[in-house]
């Protein structure tokens, strides 16, 4: 194929198709599949808790890897208020489960005094506007410096 590009045709009103470059085109999966991830991730924890530096972290990564189908993450220490949201960094639609490079650690995780956090509630909200069930997890005895989370309900 030499020096030619691949070319997908996208769909516009009216029946009217117009070439896009395949580079330009969305990975982005469907949003079920990304609804079967959340579900699947669900007794293992959509947040971890773990002790480290003298701090006790609370990880939002599975979460976070989401971003791209969702419109916010709420959560809630120590109550199921849903009181917070943690901040979801910009979607790339070529690498849609992918940080961006220079993501820092308040881009996975919040960082709370130790022992803070004897639970977190947590829900997400999708790009449709449905709500997920509200998860409340708590640490896990005895882990250590080990990230884990325990469901409560």
Not at 17 to 42: C, F, G, K, W
Not at 73 to 95: E, K
Request: hydrophobic residues 40%; glycine residues 6%.
């Amino acid at each position: 194929m030499g020096g030619i590009r691949p070319v997908l045709w996208l769909m516009l009103g009216l029946g009217c198709m117009a070439p896009v470059n395949a580079q330009e085109a969305s990975r982005i999966p469907p949003i079920e599949l990304y609804r079967t991830m959340l579900d699947s991730a669900r007794q293992t924890g959509w947040v971890q808790f773990r002790n480290w530096d003298g701090r006790q972290l609370v990880y939002f990564s599975h979460l976070v890897t989401l971003h791209c189908r969702l419109k916010e993450i709420r959560y809630s220490v120590n109550s199921r208020q849903l009181d917070r949201s943690f901040a979801l960094p910009q979607c790339n639609p070529q690498l849609p489960l992918s940080l961006p490079a220079d993501a820092g650690p308040e881009t996975i995780a919040i960082s709370l005094a130790p022992n803070e956090a004897e639970t977190v509630a947590v829900q997400v909200v999708w790009e449709d506007d449905t709500e997920s069930e509200v998860a409340v997890y708590e640490p896990c005895k005895d882990a250590g410096e080990r990230s884990c989370a325990w469901p409560v309900e």
